[in-house]
Nanobody
Framework: QVQLVESGGGLVQAGGSLRLSCAGSGRAIAYYAMGWFRQAPGKEREFVARLSRLGAVTEYTESVKGRFTISRDNAKNTLYLQMNSLKPEDTAVYYC????????????????WGKGTLVTVSS
């Protein structure tokens, strides 16, 4: 199985950018479909973006389309989320997740999770 550790969160002003990283260990992330989720205070965890196992398919939640980009570097065993034009409503703890059998963009469909990294966007 794979272990995941997120990094790259922090405090940024609205309109700024951050790049989140998710480092895999154990089994290579190349075997998995990968996703980013986020959870804002008092809200449920929600889907942000996903990348298919072979990298041919990407999908984003509507609110981040055109601003966020998900990518992976299998040689570095790392998943990324480039976040541009950040808004205060993007403030949340961001989690990366992996699954060997992608079904849908629901947190319950992903089997392995990191502990998250906090992104705070000030207005």
């Amino acid at each position: 199985q794979v272990q995941l550790v997120e990094s790259g969160g922090g405090l940024v002003q609205a309109g700024g950018s951050l790049r989140l990283s998710c480092a895999g260990s154990g089994r290579a992330i190349a075997y998995y479909a990968m996703g980013w989720f986020r959870q804002a205070p008092g809200k449920e965890r929600e889907f942000v973006a996903r990348l298919s196992r072979l990298g041919a398919v990407t999908e984003y939640t509507e609110s981040v389309k055109g601003r966020f980009t998900i990518s992976r570097d299998n040689a570095k065993n790392t998943l990324y989320l480039q976040m541009n034009s950040l808004k205060p409503e993007d403030t949340a703890v961001y989690y990366c997740a992996a699954t060997m059998a992608y079904r849908e963009n629901d947190p319950g469909s992903f089997d392995y999770w990191g502990k998250g990294t906090l992104v705070t966007v000030s207005s």
